[in-house]
């Protein structure tokens, strides 16, 4: 044969080949994804960069809208959003919120792609749920907070003579005392709402995990009625009376320099609070953390988790993006990447975090998790809306909140305000 | 005889010189420029508050939901303490803000009218906070109140050990902290106000009153404040506005605490509205609160109805 | 009588002093580093000066992954502000002049209407906005909250133009109307010319309180629109997790220059125009 035809030939075979893949081209359009949330800075801000950064990588168009201020904000500016009947293809979402959010607009069954990552067996059972409203998932998990920790500052340990964390409420209280009685401030915390109502979750989590469940997750009224709930507002007392009562307003992160300096002593925060620490010139050397002291029983996991909707796109582009989006976030190296920056622990329970960019804390809370999820002892958070949908948790931290502020309320009014605060947001 | 015909009438007179077309076209003009903004703004008022008001009787809660629920809204929101804190709130913001800020105002304008020196920079300063954004004042004075951080640390610092301010953080005082600082960004445009009208106050009259010996403190007492009477009125209700919208405020300075403590109504609205999602209970608060509005302005209007019934006579 | 010039100037200077403390606080903020604004203490004295902090908050604090700082949402809040409030002040003085000089049959009565609208809080008429952007195809555009601005600013504009207009007197009127001038070249020719004072006030106004909201400008535009009270918010959300507090402050003086230079050369005429009768 002539090398002329000879080389048509190839060319022709070539090009026969290549046909498909460009067909296949042309109908695929770039995959992109339009985002809102509301980590606009910081640590979250950060990692929500470096998933987009992880999203372009791999061939996408990453359009994320951060809205400035808190949830409130980013939830005003979605409603708005969805209103218009333009809702960005994926959004932040949480908790009960998903399954309310879902009735107003359309979502996308995402299971078959969770199937294909074998994602499901591999979260804690209560998230999946909460992915799960219609019963096929529409959400899909980024990372996971452990909430009752306790942070004990190593230069206050010693000005107070404590040398170890303690692991009942009695020894904590027995350890705020000695705090107070070297001149610290035993507890530091935070003015904004939802930190008085992440003392108290504490502290009934601490008590009774099943409690907990009843009460805060169920809404029953027995167990709201009952003496675990009331031993609960004691201890919430009790903490308020060794807070900062300089704290007003202010975020809890302004106590950070006075944590490291040894003028305040323990800490009970969500797992990013290691992030705070670090932001603040901490090292691992000036603080040590650990489960919140549980009465009874190996630690519960008191869980906080950032998840992401799939709001029903228009356009094939976004249809692609949001296929791309879910397989990256649901590999173990996105979700280890983004815990390494924000200080969470992932989502999946089988990642290893024996790597470096974790802190034993960190490890420490992915072991607890795993723990707690074998014997049946992970609780939703109330103060960061997993527990309950937004009014109810509103009404409930209400109560929480002027109880912690003023110390005329005796327990057992702040144990009946709650329950008529429950009933009533019904 | 129609006030709308008269401008026409006379205008149709001319306009037959002027030609047919140019005349209508003209008119058509005039009546677009008087009502179609006009209705914009009129139209807008009244349709968003209708549908505040629709809304707050249907059981809307993330999104707007037409069902018909009666006052159940209304029964919920008035029973949660939220609301009724907040109302008592609105009563001892609003009083304290709207009066303290009208006397230091007036004390302001006052001092300023002496022809002193340097009157331009000092009524810079004491207008500058108004051109500051709510968020930032509230945000500024949250520093500056804090018993920790401000005037209680700088205080005790200097020697005074016993001194104590630590109103920010006490459930029955922090309402107050929220005076304060509302006082110090809208002193100025009161100061401004009354300054303004006790400048234009007739120079004959006051002339008379020193002829006849009174001194400068009886001056204002007997003719110069009197005469500014109105001015009062305005800024009464400008400011009774700021008190009642107040919102990025009271978010920045308190954030509604501690607690629940000084919570107002927007905060309310905004809560129920956008935090719980419970669109139909906001609605109610909000129409609650515009209500109250009404048992104020009602007075007002019918005070300034009065006034020109007797400016009529007169 | 001398003491009671000491006793004024005295109490102004004192005042005066006591109004600039804020102001003061946040200028010495915005000259220390955050770190030490943070390990010591929200108000004191600067153990060094920083001037970095006004470059960082200019072009190079992050929001997520944009680090511009805050200078584009200046120039969004300028393209915002200025067609709003000068669009809105003609309107008002439009609507003012027809309502108190040319009148019409049912004035008051819109004037009352137009009137009301300053007192309804904007967390209510969010969700209308909402709707009303929809239908009109402006959402997530600066031409959507220049239209918000300027419907919602024609209530006060309208106030103050009107109480403004009252004190022209009708023979004024009369007369141009005999000479045959119609409703525009009369408000050309004779309102508009004697409107300098109250068009100041109410310039100032509502430019002031259109640079300063926040509410509807976060939630009508998204990403690189927004205006720069946005920025501020999330300065203010980032302060929660590490410690910003010097960055903020040089923002928060960056984005109320504009304001305060308005208040600065426009007080005198604000005064003027104050004076001139805009109080009825």
Redesign the interface.
């Given at each position: 044969m002539p090398i002329t035809t000879r080389r048509r030939l190839l060319v022709g075979s070539a090009a026969a080949l290549a046909m498909p893949a460009f067909a296949r081209a042309q109908s695929e359009a770039k995959p992109r994804i339009t985002a809102i949330s509301?980590?606009?800075?910081?640590?979250?801000?950060a990692a929500?960069?470096a998933l987009?950064k992880l999203f372009e990588e791999r061939g996408g168009v990453?359009?994320?809208?951060?809205?400035?201020?808190?949830t409130?904000?980013m939830?005003?500016?979605l409603?708005?959003?969805?209103?218009?009947?333009?809702p960005p293809a994926i959004s932040q979402l949480k908790g009960p919120e998903i399954a309310?959010?879902s009735?107003?607009a359309p979502t996308v069954d995402i299971s078959p792609w969770v199937k294909t990552a074998g994602f499901a067996d591999r979260v804690p059972a209560e998230l999946a749920k909460s992915c799960q409203p219609g019963g096929h998932w529409i959400a899909l998990p980024l990372q996971v907070y452990r909430i009752n920790t306790l942070f004990m500052s190593t230069k206050g340990m010693q000005r107070a003579g404590v040398t170890k964390a303690p692991t009942s409420w009695a020894e904590f209280n027995d350890t705020a005392e000695k705090m107070k009685a070297a001149g610290m401030i035993p507890l530091a915390n935070g003015?904004?709402?939802y930190d008085?109502g992440m003392k108290f979750e504490i502290a009934l989590a601490g008590i009774s995990p099943e409690v907990y469940r009843r009460a805060i997750m169920q809404l029953d009224t027995d167990a709201l009625k009952g003496k675990e709930v009331l031993a609960a507002f004691e201890q919430l007392r009790k903490f308020a009376n060794v807070m900062?009562?300089?704290?007003?307003?202010?975020?809890?992160?302004?106590n950070?320099?006075a944590f490291v300096k040894g003028d305040m002593g323990m800490v009970l925060m969500g797992g990013?609070a290691q992030?705070?620490l670090f932001?603040?010139?901490a090292t691992l050397a000036d603080f040590s953390s650990g489960p919140a002291p549980q009465e009874s029983g190996p630690p519960c996991f008191d869980l906080n988790a950032d998840c992401f909707i799939f709001w029903k796109p228009k356009g094939a582009d976004l249809e692609a993006g949001q296929k791309l989006f879910a397989e990256t976030v649901m590999q173990p190296s996105t979700q280890e990447m983004y815990s390494k920056i924000t200080g969470s622990i992932p989502a999946r329970t089988d990642v290893n975090l024996a790597a470096e960019g974790f802190t034993d804390g960190q490890r420490n809370s992915a072991q607890n998790l795993r723990d707690a999820i074998a014997k049946d002892r992970v609780v939703l958070s109330l103060g960061h809306n997993m527990a309950q949908?937004?009014?109810m948790t509103?009404?409930m931290i209400?109560?929480l909140?002027?109880?912690?502020?003023?110390s005329a309320i005796p327990a057992v009014e702040g144990q009946k305000?709650l329950v008529a605060a429950v009933a009533?947001a019904q | 005889m129609r006030t709308g015909l008269t401008p026409l009438a006379a205008k149709q007179d001319e306009g037959r010189e002027q030609g047919v077309w140019r005349r209508r076209f003209g008119s058509i003009l005039t009546e677009l420029a008087i009502w179609l903004p006009l209705s914009i703004a009129a139209g807008h008022v009244v349709l968003f508050t209708a549908w505040t008001t629709w809304v707050s009787f249907t059981a809307s809660s993330l999104m707007p939901d037409y069902t018909w629920v009666g006052l159940r809204n209304y029964w919920a929101v008035t029973r949660t303490a939220n609301f009724q804190i907040a109302c008592v709130n609105l009563l001892i913001f609003g009083f304290g803000f709207v009066l303290l800020t009208m006397a230091l105002g007036l004390l302001l304008a006052i001092l300023l009218d002496q022809r002193v020196r340097g009157e331009n920079v000092l009524r810079t300063i004491f207008l500058y906070p108004l051109a500051v954004s709510f968020v930032v004042t509230g945000t500024v004075w949250s520093w500056l109140l804090n018993p920790g951080l401000g005037l209680q640390r700088v205080v005790q610092n200097l020697g005074w050990q016993d001194f104590r301010f630590d109103w920010l953080v006490q459930s029955d005082k922090a309402i107050y902290t929220l005076i304060f600082a509302g006082v110090w960004q809208g002193a100025g445009f009161a100061m401004a106000l009354f300054l303004a009208g006790l400048r234009s106050v007739d120079a004959d009259l006051v002339k008379a009153a020193q002829i006849d010996g009174a001194g400068p403190w009886r001056t204002y007492r007997r003719v110069l404040l009197p005469t500014i009477w109105p001015i009062f009125i305005t800024v009464f209700v400008i400011l009774l506005r700021s008190a009642i919208t107040s919102f990025d405020l009271v978010r920045a300075l308190t954030g509604g605490g501690p607690g629940i403590s000084t919570m107002l109504p927007t905060l309310v609205v905004y809560d129920f509205m956008f935090q719980r999602s419970e669109l139909g209970r906001g609605s109610a608060a909000a129409v609650l609160m515009l209500l109250s509005l009404v048992v104020v302005m009602a007075p007002y209007g019918l005070y300034v109805r009065w006034q020109r019934q007797r400016q009529a006579r007169a | 009588m001398k003491w009671t010039r000491v006793i004024v100037y005295a109490a102004l200077i004192i005042l005066a002093l006591l109004f600039l403390v804020p102001l003061g606080v946040v200028v010495v903020n915005s000259l220390r580093s955050s770190r030490e604004i943070a390990a010591t203490s929200l108000i004191g004295w600067p153990s060094h000066l920083i001037f970095t902090n006004y470059g960082q908050a200019w072009n190079r604090f992050c929001m997520a992954e944009h680090c511009w700082g805050i200078e584009p949402y200046m120039l969004n809040s300028l393209t915002l502000a200025i067609p709003a409030t000068i669009i809105s002040t003609l309107l008002g003085a439009l609507a003012g002049y027809s309502i108190s000089l040319w009148r019409f049959r049912g004035d008051q009565f819109v004037f009352g209407l137009v009137t009301l609208g300053i007192f309804l809080p904007e967390q209510m008429k969010l969700i209308p906005w909402v709707v009303v952007l929809r239908d009109l195809s402006l959402m997530n555009t600066i031409a959507g909250l220049i239209l918000i601005h300027t419907v919602q600013g024609m209530s006060f504009t309208t106030l103050f133009c009107r109480n403004y207009y009252v004190g022209i007197p009708q023979d004024l009127l009369k007369a141009a109307r005999i000479d045959g001038a119609g409703f525009f070249r009369i408000f050309w020719r004779i309102i508009l010319p004697l409107s300098p004072p109250i068009l100041i006030v109410t310039v100032i106004f509502q430019f002031t309180g259109i640079w300063n909201e926040f509410l509807y400008g976060v939630t009508f535009t998204s990403g690189g629109q927004q205006p720069v009270t946005a920025a501020l918010i999330a300065l203010s959300a980032a302060i929660t997790s590490e410690p910003m507090y010097g960055e903020q402050s040089a923002a928060v003086l960056i984005a109320a220059l504009p304001t305060l230079l308005v208040y600065l050369f426009g007080g005198r005429y604000f005064l003027r125009g104050l004076t001139a009768g805009a109080v009825k």
């Open positions: 509301q980590w606009s800075a910081g640590s979250d801000g929500i960069s987009g990453w359009q994320h809208n951060p809205v400035p201020g808190f409130t904000e939830m005003n500016k409603r708005a959003q969805i209103m218009a009947g333009d309310a959010w009735k107003i003015g904004i709402r008085d900062n009562p300089n704290i007003a307003a202010q975020p809890w992160a302004v950070l320099p990013w992030g705070n932001k603040a010139g949908p937004n009014g509103a009404a209400d109560v909140t002027e109880y912690v502020h003023n305000r009533g | - | -």
